[in-house]
């Protein structure tokens, strides 16, 4: 029931200021300061209680999504959650993280809350977080946390996301599984750069469109980033088409499942959906095709 509350809180706020209405964000950060309280008992659930509803969450409440009004809201209360609770999100990363071998249910909630904390500072754009996040990426004796941290140089521009990606990449280059991770925190991240940065790393050596988990990691967290992939200009339903056409012949399942994103048209305003249509037709219009991509793109073109 707690639970339930403060995500419901946080989205309405959300909604409302999408919306354009001015609800202020006081409401929010006292309950999350609130549950905050919590943490060195019941880290696992403060971690998950005081996240921020995704991006495509709140557009689906929404009869007409903006992805553009949502991304500017979120991260907008999101800074002010950082900076008011800022004393609380440092206490958190104060101490020292639960060791990686530790798999009881407060490691784990407390290695998870450590990551929550730092976007939180993150999001409010001081100076001194990239070394932050840095040295936790340094330090961390587990995925966990190397892996948060990551997620959050990711997302700036910074000195030290280069180096992190680059240490990342060094480290994990021969296991597969974990490099897919790698490409997928590029395209989920929140730079405004991101779709070219998608194109640049589908020609990086390690891509192939013969892996399907590397497909997904790349081309399926784009999809899933709302502003990214909803891009006012359509390069990222471009990009996504153009995957589509060239992956079909060698895999028309994997395909196929790529196409679904674009069938939402319906739900967003005018300029945008007229062009996801234009790509589900480009697809359509392509010889050969297989019978799984005409079938998703057929439907999906009818929303």
């Known amino acids: 029931a707690r639970y339930e509350a403060l995500q419901q809180l946080m989205l309405d706020t959300l909604v409302a200021a999408v919306s354009g209405e001015a609800r202020g964000s006081q409401a929010v950060i006292d309950a999350i300061g609130q549950t905050l309280a919590g943490a060195a008992t019941d880290p696992a659930f403060v971690a998950e209680a005081v996240l921020l509803p995704s991006e495509a969450f709140i557009g689906d409440q929404m009869v007409t999504v903006d992805p553009d009004a949502i991304r500017r809201e979120r991260l907008a209360l999101q800074a002010a959650i950082g900076t008011a609770l800022e004393s609380q999100w440092r206490a958190i990363l104060a101490g020292a993280a639960p060791p990686a071998i530790d798999l009881s249910r407060k490691a784990k909630g407390g290695r998870r809350l450590r990551g929550v904390a730092l976007a939180y500072l993150a999001a409010t754009a001081m100076d001194e977080v990239p070394a932050l996040a840095f040295r936790i990426f340094s330090e961390a004796d587990g995925m966990t946390e190397r892996q948060a941290a990551l997620a959050t140089l990711a997302h700036g521009d910074s000195d030290e996301r280069v180096a992190a990606l680059d240490i990342f990449y060094q480290r994990y280059r021969d296991n597969p599984l974990v490099l897919d991770k790698w490409f997928q925190v590029q395209a989920w991240s929140l730079r405004a750069d991101t779709v070219d940065a998608v194109k640049e790393l589908a020609q990086h050596p390690d891509f192939t469109l013969a892996n399907p988990n590397r497909v997904r990691s790349l081309y399926g967290a784009l999809s899933g980033n709302q502003a990214a992939f909803h891009q006012a200009d359509g390069a990222g339903y471009r990009l996504i088409a153009?995957?589509?056409?060239?992956?079909?012949?060698?895999?028309?399942?994997?395909?196929?499942?790529?196409?679904?994103?674009?069938?939402?048209?319906?739900?967003?305003?005018?300029?945008?959906?007229?062009?996801?249509?234009?790509?589900?037709?480009?697809?359509?219009?392509?010889?050969?095709?297989?019978?799984?991509?005409?079938?998703?793109?057929?439907?999906?073109?009818?929303?």
Not at 266 to 273: E, L, Q, T, V
Not at 280 to 291: D, F, K
């Open 242 to 303: 153009d995957l589509v056409i060239a992956l079909d012949p060698k895999n028309p399942q994997t395909s196929a499942r790529m196409i679904p994103p674009l069938g939402r048209w319906k739900r967003f305003g005018d300029a945008r959906a007229a062009m996801m249509k234009a790509e589900l037709e480009r697809i359509l219009a392509q010889p050969g095709l297989s019978r799984d991509v005409t079938e998703q793109a057929s439907k999906s073109l009818l929303g």
